[in-house]
């Protein structure tokens, strides 16, 4: 049950990159509803204090940023497509510990891709190079750190129940052999 539980969350957290993905693919001028205009705000300094100090930090290059954000919708993408098949091949194998596990290299690979979107990108590089902690216009640490929480959280799920599966497969040998 414990890794139906856990392959039915990975399957949850695709959904949410699914989501956040399918708005800025659909609808990506909006600023309520995409990262471009974000992507854009932040990159810039749009809304940092002139007087922060850390102008020089700030690129307005149309082209880089557009980079970034398609490496934004990129990363969402990948993240989703990587746990989806996760998910699939969890249910599928959930009968076997060691088959479920084999398959868990998916939801290990797409929590990668989450968390350096999520935690590398947004946090460290937006929230701290970008001084996007400074930015009255576009701060999106807080659900940036509700997102890297949320994938870690599943990493280590997913992880949990692997090696509750390994433990409970050593006792049965121990206890038989």
């Known amino acids: 049950m414990a890794r139906v539980a ?3 969350f990975v399957l949850m957290v695709a959904s949410y990159y699914f989501v956040v993905a399918f708005d800025n693919i659909t609808n990506p001028v909006n600023p309520n509803a995409s990262n471009w205009p974000f992507v854009r705000g ?3 300094g749009d809304g940092v204090p002139a007087d922060s100090g850390f102008g020089w930090r700030f690129i307005d290059a149309t082209w880089f940023q557009a980079l970034c954000y398609v490496g934004v919708v990129a990363a969402e993408c990948i993240t989703c497509i990587l746990l989806i098949i996760a998910s699939v091949k969890g249910l599928r194998a959930s009968s076997t510990a060691a088959l479920w596990g ?4 998916w939801s290990i690979a797409g929590g990668i891709v989450g968390l ?4 590398f990108g947004f ?6 190079w970008f001084i996007m902690y400074l930015n009255s216009k576009w701060n999106a640490l ?4 509700w997102s890297a929480v949320m994938t870690m959280f ?3 799920l997913v992880i949990g129940v692997m090696i509750g599966g390994q433990l409970a497969r050593d006792e049965e040998m121990t206890a038989g052999g």
């Open 6 to 8: 856990a392959s039915l």
């Open 42 to 44: 932040v990159i810039s």
């Open 102 to 105: 084999h398959a868990q290299k």
């Open 116 to 119: 350096a979107l999520f935690f």
């Open 123 to 128: 946090m460290v590089v937006g929230g701290n």
């Open 142 to 145: 807080e659900p940036a750190f």
């Open 154 to 156: 599943m990493v280590l």
